[in-house]
């Protein structure tokens, strides 16, 4: 964890007391940053990431360009914007698994998964899936057996790392928008696998 003195007040009052300061000053306009809240919170989310992960599930085509360069396959979507710029996308499979994390801060795909979850913002995951990245999992409720290759991924503002889960098995026939309803935004983080329907 890190040492966060006591007297330091949380994050939402230092964002709200930076906000203010900036808008007073002209720097920020206070309409345009609601305006940025509301479309992450209402019209961005895990169901874009999900659109193209089913479509990389369906289409070799896709998938191709989408591992080539990701920010250019989502941008197919019109998947764009504040921490969209520089997509990488990995793949898990039965024998390798990848999981995200931002050991800085929280670096995270917007444009395809919204505002990052509590949990990712936690200094106690941050630091911890790096160091024993199976135990964390575990806890998470994604048991690894031991012969599967695990990869932890550092996101940054130079690369935004999305995973493309591993596609469960009696899905064969499901339908694109059948497949997207599957994917979770945990096993787009690499913490969670997308189950099979039941
Ligand atoms: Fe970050």
Not at 133 to 141: I, K, N, Q, S
Request: glycine fraction near 6%; hydrophobic fraction near 40%; proline fraction near 8%.
């Amino acid at each position: 964890m890190t040492a966060v003195p006591p007297t330091r007040p949380p994050a939402p009052i230092r964002a709200e007391a930076l906000e203010a300061l900036l808008t007073e000053r002209g720097l920020v306009n206070a309409d345009a940053i609601d305006g940025l809240i509301n479309r992450f919170v209402n019209d961005v989310g895990p169901m874009n990431g999900a659109k193209v992960v089913a479509k990389a599930w369906t289409d070799e085509d896709y998938k191709a360009r989408l591992m080539a360069d990701g920010t250019a396959a989502v941008g197919e979507f019109g998947f764009a914007g504040p921490q969209g710029e520089h997509i990488v996308v990995v793949e898990n499979s039965a024998s390798s698994h990848n999981v995200v994390v931002c050991t800085l801060c929280s670096c995270y795909p917007w444009p395809l998964l919204g505002l990052p979850p509590d949990w990712y913002k936690d200094p106690a995951y941050r630091s911890r899936v790096v160091r024993e990245p199976r135990t964390v999992l575990a806890e998470m409720g994604l048991e690894l057996d031991a012969d599967v290759d695990v990869t932890v991924w550092d996101s940054s503002a130079e690369n935004r790392y999305f995973i493309l889960p591993e596609r469960p098995a009696g899905t064969e026939e499901l339908s694109e928008d059948d497949l997207a309803a599957l994917v979770t935004r945990e096993a787009m983080v690499g913490v969670a696998k997308v189950s099979s329907p039941t």
